[in-house]
């Protein structure tokens, strides 16, 4: 369903995991969504029971399930921060001929020019704040052939992105697409949904609220899309070039004030607009 309501074809996928604690219960929710216009789209999640981090069979596990899905001719490409590295899960992606973009850390080791193993950022000391640092050498990231890309960030830390498209002349910019699935959680955790006030600990009653969630932010996304469509308005940008106002804080407000009409007014024609937002072609919004 949320597929098919944005019309996505071919698409990159981005991973992340975010968790937090009820009192003695660990919540971690392991989630897979599509780059989409400056916010993740979410499709598969799974509940962790366990704080730490994802291993490479449940990193394969949701990927698949997209696969299964969408076939692999939908998946351009997958980007994910460092936290998701590791050599049976750079070679599952490889073998299996799917193009990723992944941030690497600064201490993974590669052979330099002499064959020595040196921590990679031997490598990158001379990269600066102008540039964005293409390696000449194709070098070996945890058991796998990549092309590594670097930058400085504001704090002038060293941002490295490796890719197994070893030809790319500019993984950098696809990683940078990975900051969408972060605004998705925002959304989720703090915009509107609240998900971390909830008092649920079992996981299966977690993964059911956060797919109301996932519905609901998808609804208010969609309405966001159209409204400013119909009456684009002046975002201003902030430093990182983002909107201040996202498509989704749009959508939301104007999806209140619609079932504020509805609800308290019992406006019927309000409500068959609102419900046509969870289609691929909705109805003209006449509130707002």
Same mark, same amino acid.
């Given at each position: 369903?949320?597929?098919?309501?944005?019309?996505?074809?071919?698409?990159?996928?981005?991973?992340?995991?975010?968790?937090?604690?009820?009192?003695?219960?660990?919540?971690?929710?392991?989630?897979?969504?599509?780059?989409?216009?400056?916010?993740?789209?979410?499709?598969?999640?799974?509940?962790?029971?366990?704080?730490?981090?994802?291993?490479?069979?449940?990193?394969?596990?949701?990927?698949?399930?997209?696969?299964?899905?969408?076939?692999?001719?939908?998946?351009?490409?997958?980007?994910?921060?460092?936290?998701?590295?590791?050599?049976?899960?750079?070679?599952?992606?490889?073998?299996?001929?799917?193009?990723?973009?992944?941030?690497?850390?600064?201490?993974?080791?590669?052979?330099?020019?002499?064959?020595? =193993?040196?921590?990679?950022? !031997?490598? *990158?000391?001379? /990269?600066?704040?102008?540039?964005?640092?293409?390696?000449? #050498?194709? @070098?070996?990231?945890?058991?796998?052939?990549?092309?590594?890309?670097?930058?400085?960030?504001?704090?002038?830390?060293?941002?490295?992105?490796?890719?197994?498209?070893?030809?790319?002349?500019?993984?950098?910019?696809?990683?940078?697409?990975?900051?969408?699935?972060?605004?998705?959680?925002?959304?989720?955790?703090?915009?509107?949904?609240?998900?971390?006030?909830?008092?649920?600990?079992?996981?299966?009653?977690?993964?059911?609220?956060?797919?109301?969630?996932?519905?609901?932010?998808?609804?208010?996304?969609?309405?966001?899309?159209?409204?400013?469509?119909?009456?684009?308005?002046?975002?201003?940008?902030?430093?990182?070039?983002?909107?201040?106002?996202?498509?989704?804080?749009?959508? =939301?407000?104007?999806?209140? !004030?619609? *079932?504020?009409? /509805?609800?308290?007014?019992?406006?019927?024609?309000?409500? #068959?607009? @609102?419900?046509?937002?969870?289609?691929?072609?909705?109805?003209?919004?006449?509130?707002?």
């Amino acid at each position: 369903m949320i597929y098919r309501l944005f019309g996505l074809g071919k698409v990159t996928l981005t991973i992340d995991r975010s968790n937090w604690k009820w009192g003695k219960s660990n919540l971690n929710i392991f989630m897979l969504g599509v780059v989409y216009k400056g916010i993740a789209i979410p499709l598969y999640w799974q509940m962790l029971d366990k704080r730490g981090n994802t291993n490479h069979l449940e990193r394969c596990e949701l990927i698949e399930r997209f696969i299964k899905q969408f076939g692999k001719d939908n998946l351009e490409m997958i980007v994910a921060d460092r936290e998701f590295v590791g050599e049976k899960w750079f070679n599952w992606l490889t073998n299996n001929h799917i193009p990723f973009a992944i941030r690497i850390k600064k201490n993974s080791k590669v052979k330099n020019h002499h064959g020595k =193993l040196v921590q990679i950022k !031997e490598l *990158l000391r001379h /990269v600066s704040h102008q540039e964005t640092y293409r390696h000449g #050498r194709i @070098l070996t990231v945890d058991g796998c052939l990549v092309r590594v890309f670097a930058k400085r960030d504001k704090d002038y830390g060293l941002v490295i992105v490796a890719t197994n498209q070893l030809e790319t002349v500019d993984a950098m910019t696809s990683y940078a697409k990975r900051w969408e699935i972060e605004t998705l959680f925002a959304c989720l955790k703090g915009r509107g949904f609240n998900l971390e006030d909830t008092h649920l600990t079992h996981l299966d009653r977690v993964s059911k609220l956060v797919a109301v969630n996932a519905l609901a932010f998808c609804w208010a996304y969609h309405v966001g899309i159209y409204k400013d469509k119909d009456k684009p308005l002046k975002r201003k940008l902030k430093s990182n070039a983002r909107p201040q106002a996202s498509l989704f804080a749009l959508g =939301l407000d104007v999806l209140i !004030e619609g *079932l504020h009409l /509805v609800f308290f007014n019992n406006d019927k024609t309000v409500f #068959r607009q @609102l419900v046509s937002f969870l289609t691929p072609k909705p109805m003209k919004i006449g509130w707002g």
